[in-house]
């Protein structure tokens, strides 16, 4: 998993279930626009939100639509769900596994450890780290990332943080194993890039997949500059869709360019119309 990654929304129809065909087609849509990998039922694709049996419905689908490699989410609060999470997305066609820190109670770094080293060593497929403090209220430490770094059934980590330190660290702490340091915010995916970082995982890519490819693009061809510069033009779009409007604001932004992004499920409601107007009119600055 290197490159560019786009977690992928998940379409519903108007009744709140999942709309499949718009599935199908938005997976067409985004791997002909050029990234590296997806990533369905992760934060952004209101993961949370589906049952058990509609999460492995998504990740069956995306696997056998997808011409990329595919980084199913698969974590839950609880080790065992976990694991059967991960090992139907296996048996599903994923090609790895990525796990968000187990949420609602808190946990200490160690437990944190223990958990994923267990969870590497009994997943069919391997298994990548997400740290995603805004939701989870837990980062994982790079000390604790480097310890889990030379697993041979853990890939790499997509670091949600925001914080350009703790990356910088967290790749400089795993560079000699055979690990990927992925960045998960696209406001400092070219940053990140220059701090180490192997991609990213960018809700912006459910937007603009062709600009946001083309930064890590720019980048590994050595024109770092081209790339911090695309980069910085699409700040406002990516804090749109991310900071200010969420799920909602991003879906919204999706329909500006007819992309097949469906409804959102409650709880979340859609953006209104006011919102909806600056999500189009950013999408069309940014392209």
Known sequence: MQGTGLPLVTPFDEAGDVDEPALRALVDRVTDAGVDFIVPCGSNSEAPLLTAAERRRVVEIVADRSDVPVLAGTGQPGYRETLADTEAAGAAGADAALVVTPYYFRHDQRALASYYRDLADESPIRVYLYSVPKYTETALDPRTVESLATHPNVGGIKDSSGNLER???????????????????????????????????????????????????????????????????????????????????????????????????????????????????????AR
């Open 167 to 285: 990356l910088q660290r967290t790749a400089a702490m795993t560079e000699d194993a055979d690990f990927s340091a992925l960045v998960g915010s696209g406001s400092i995916y070219a940053a990140g890039l220059d701090h180490g970082a192997a991609g990213g995982v960018l809700a912006l890519a459910n937007v603009v997949p062709g600009l946001a490819s083309d930064i890590y693009d720019r980048h590994t061809e050595g024109d770092a500059d081209g790339a911090r510069d695309l980069n910085r033009s699409l700040v406002e779009l990516n804090r749109a869709v991310t900071a200010r409007y969420g799920v909602p604001g991003l879906k919204a932004a999706m329909r500006s360019r007819s992309l097949p992004a469906g409804h959102v499920r409650r709880p979340f409601r859609p953006v209104d119309e006011d919102a909806a107007t600056e999500l189009a009119e950013l999408v069309e600055a």
